[in-house]
């Protein structure tokens, strides 16, 4: 529990998966047109399956952001304790958007034994 890759709420870590994939996408492709510059005749095959990963990358990349939206149509909305600003978070657990602190509506998890209650 309370596991999260880069310290951030759920959301913000999805926007920033989508945005990952969508770099590797681009680069790849770029790299893999570059190879015709410096490979010409040998450099076609390797850009058509830099290509092939640059597209599979993008469309992660679009995959991610639309689950991203779909998980947060169902996010619970609720005001930050600790910094008092809107947030959204995914599950029983989640990071603050603004402030990076654990929030959980499970209350067996809270430490003030009622919900929205805070754990740094
Ligand atoms: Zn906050």
């Not at 410096?38 to 639309?66: E, H, P």
């Not at 910094?83 to 067996?108: E, V």
Request: with cysteine.
């Amino acid at each position: 529990m309370n596991k999260f890759f880069f310290k951030s709420a759920k959301i913000n870590e999805f926007r920033l998966w989508g945005l990952v994939f969508t770099l590797i996408g681009m680069g790849v492709m770029i790299l893999g047109t570059a190879g015709i510059v410096f490979w010409g005749q040998a450099g076609k095959i390797m850009a058509a399956i830099f290509m092939v990963i640059g597209m599979i990358s993008l469309l992660i990349s679009v995959a991610v952001y639309f689950w991203a939206g779909m998980m947060s149509t169902s996010a619970t909305m609720l005001e930050c304790p600790e910094c008092g600003k809107p947030t959204k978070m995914l599950g029983q657990t989640d990071r603050c958007m603004f402030c990076k602190t654990i929030l959980t509506l499970d209350p067996a998890q809270a430490t003030h034994g009622h919900t929205h209650t805070t754990t740094k």
